[in-house]
């Protein structure tokens, strides 16, 4: 089994920073890509960053930002956001791509439980 332990999200002012992280544990051979989705009230989930080891990828509303960053070692994925609008109130998901250690070598795709971020004056 695997689970993605999130943390970081909490309410900030316009313009503040926030970073949030996501721990993978379990029985890892490898990870793949690791992402940051979010939702908001009455939307559908969105990519907001992605990342391999090769490629970085950003929703244009984050460009500039927000960073997305690995620790390789620790299976872990951090979003560093920065310049808070209050449209990126959301809940932010942590999403991986995860191939296990069994004998079949599967491969899923896992979510965190989600972490509300909250930009209000």
């Known amino acids: 089994q695997v689970q993605l332990a999130e943390s970081g999200g909490g309410l900030v002012q316009p313009g503040g920073s926030l970073r949030l992280s996501c721990a993978a544990s379990?029985?890892?051979?490898?990870?793949?890509?690791m992402a940051w989705y979010r939702q908001a009230p009455g939307k559908q989930r969105e990519l907001v960053a992605s990342?391999?080891?090769?490629?970085?990828t950003y929703a244009d509303s984050v460009k500039g930002r927000f960073t997305i960053s690995r620790d390789l070692a620790k299976n872990t994925v951090f979003l560093q956001m920065n310049s808070l609008e209050p449209l990126d109130t959301a809940v932010y998901y942590c999403?991986?791509?995860?191939?296990?250690?069994?004998?079949?070598?599967?491969?899923?795709?896992?979510w965190g439980q989600g972490t509300q971020v909250t930009v209000s004056s």
């Open positions: 990342r391999t080891s090769s490629r970085i």
């Open positions: 379990g029985n890892i051979f490898s990870i793949g890509v």
């Open positions: 999403n991986a791509d995860i191939v296990l250690t069994n004998y079949q070598r599967t491969r899923n795709t896992y």
